[in-house]
């Protein structure tokens, strides 16, 4: 079976200071790769998704990056945290091929930016 | 452009009470269709999906979702809710983007289940 962990589960940061987020997939090999936004009490935001190990594509701007390192690893980070980057960052994964169109989900990486 | 509805913010039922929770989709092609449910401070968990043939999709823990093209909408039932229950409903659709697909979310539902 399939999991997927997200570290760390809470962070605490202060504006400006840098950050990077992590997700692995285990059980699975080659699967698309999504990162997710969530505003308090808000909707799902996809940031960045990546097919294969390398190759990352941005959806919104958020003065955010991403990476995939390994074929089961997807980082987020930035430099520079800002009050905005506050929130709920979520990973999920979907199969590479085929029809099949639902993700799954981690479960999450609470953000404060203070 | 595409979209997904969910016109009630927030459900209020009682427990052992029926439940449908709205959502209306604006997608021009075949839609493959989802619920997901959050749980406070988790990840979202996969309820149901719809991709073809039968409009009735049957989910977890109970749950039912009817498709209507005619209606662009994927309601969420169930026939009696528990207290657990509680918790954001998100719809989505997926849709086709390059050499990947997207899922579009609603706003959300929440739903309070009363004792």
């Known amino acids: 079976a399939q999991t997927i962990h997200q570290w760390p589960v809470a962070e605490i940061k202060a504006v400006g200071s840098p950050l990077s987020l992590g997700c692995t997939i285990k059980?699975?090999?080659?699967?698309?790769l999504y990162w997710y936004w969530q505003a308090t009490g808000g909707t799902l935001q996809q940031l960045f998704y990546s097919i294969t190990v390398g190759q990352v594509e941005s959806v919104v701007q958020l003065n955010l990056s991403a990476s995939r390192p390994k074929d089961d690893q997807f980082i987020l980070s930035t430099e520079k945290l800002l009050l905005s980057h506050s929130g709920f960052y979520l990973c999920?994964?979907?199969?590479?091929?085929?029809?099949?169109?639902?993700?799954?989900f981690g479960p999450g990486t609470r953000l404060t930016v203070l | 452009a595409q979209s997904v509805t969910q016109p009630d913010a927030r459900v209020t039922v009682s427990e052992g009470a029926s439940l449908q929770l709205r959502c209306k989709y604006s997608y021009s092609a075949t839609p493959y269709l989802f619920w997901y449910v959050q749980y406070p401070r988790q990840g979202l968990q996969l309820l149901l999906k719809?991709?073809?043939?039968?409009?009735v999709v049957q989910g977890v823990n109970g749950f039912e979702a009817e498709f209507s093209k005619s209606n662009s909408s994927f309601h969420l039932r169930k026939a009696s809710v528990h207290w657990s229950d509680s918790a954001v409903y998100f719809c989505?659709?997926?849709?086709?983007?390059?050499?990947?697909?997207?899922?579009?979310f609603g706003l959300g539902t929440t739903l309070q289940v009363q004792p």
């Open positions: 989505a659709v997926s849709i086709r983007t390059g050499n990947t697909r997207k899922l579009i």
């Open positions: 059980g699975k090999s080659s699967p698309n």
């Open positions: 999920a994964w979907s199969h590479l091929r085929g029809n099949y169109a639902e993700q799954f």
């Open positions: 719809y991709y073809s043939g039968d409009p």
